[in-house]
């Protein structure tokens, strides 16, 4: 895939959706990286669930961290993984409260520290929280850069390079997730809706669907 097609489906992805953003709910940095943190192989309804009523009583490291595992258990259950996703929450707002003074930090390094936080983790959270041009590949992100050719690799750390590398800068702040609702909700894993998409006569995925 050429530059000048690349530069055409982020244009027509960006009027489509000009102001895109995570459909996690959140209120600050803080709520934001325990999201994220509990999203993982899990949806964002089911992390809205839990969530919603566990922010009115914990927004803080602090009051997080006073739940305890089995207090924040209460509230995450229905999320899968929910027993290591509590034990890492926890850990993880002892050493906010510790090393950072209680505020998330504004650093890959020390991001990607924090227990339950990986690269993809820490991506998202430049990217949402401080507004970093990262790139945080998801199953969505993955899927569509390979099926569409506009970045294929055979790791995810190989396309997270290549769409940081192929995607003009205009476009790299909302990238992210312009690519995970595209994903989510058109060029989805089983049945994309070709016919409905935005970007169709530019993508380079030979079995299309009229759809």
């Known amino acids: 895939m050429n530059a000048h097609k690349r530069k055409e489906i982020f244009t027509r992805l960006r009027d489509a959706n000009p102001s895109p953003t995570t459909e996690l709910k959140y209120a600050s940095d803080f709520e934001l990286l325990i999201a994220v943190i509990l999203s993982a192989q899990a949806t964002d309804i089911s992390v809205n669930k839990a969530t919603l009523p566990l922010f009115k009583v ?101 396309v997270e390079d290549k769409l940081v590398k192929f995607i003009p800068k205009e476009f790299m702040r909302d990238a992210h997730h312009w690519l995970i609702l595209h994903g989510r909700y058109v060029c989805t894993a089983r049945s994309p809706r070709c016919g409905s998409c935005v970007i169709e006569n ?5 079995s299309k669907t009229e759809c």
Do not use: W
């Open 58 to 158: 914990a927004n803080t490291p602090e009051a997080m961290h006073a739940l305890g595992v089995s207090g924040l258990i209460a509230y995450i259950r229905h999320i899968g993984l929910f027993n290591t996703k509590a034990n890492n929450v926890i850990a993880t707002c002892a050493q906010l409260i510790k090393l950072h003074n209680s505020k998330v930090p504004r650093d890959r390094k020390a991001l990607e520290a924090l227990p339950g936080v990986g690269r993809k983790t820490a991506n998202v959270v430049l990217n949402t929280a401080f507004g970093e041009p990262t790139m945080a590949v998801d199953t969505h992100i993955f899927r569509i850069s390979n099926r569409i050719k506009l970045a294929p690799g055979k790791t995810v750390r190989q």
């Open 202 to 206: 530019l993508c380079e995925f030979k």
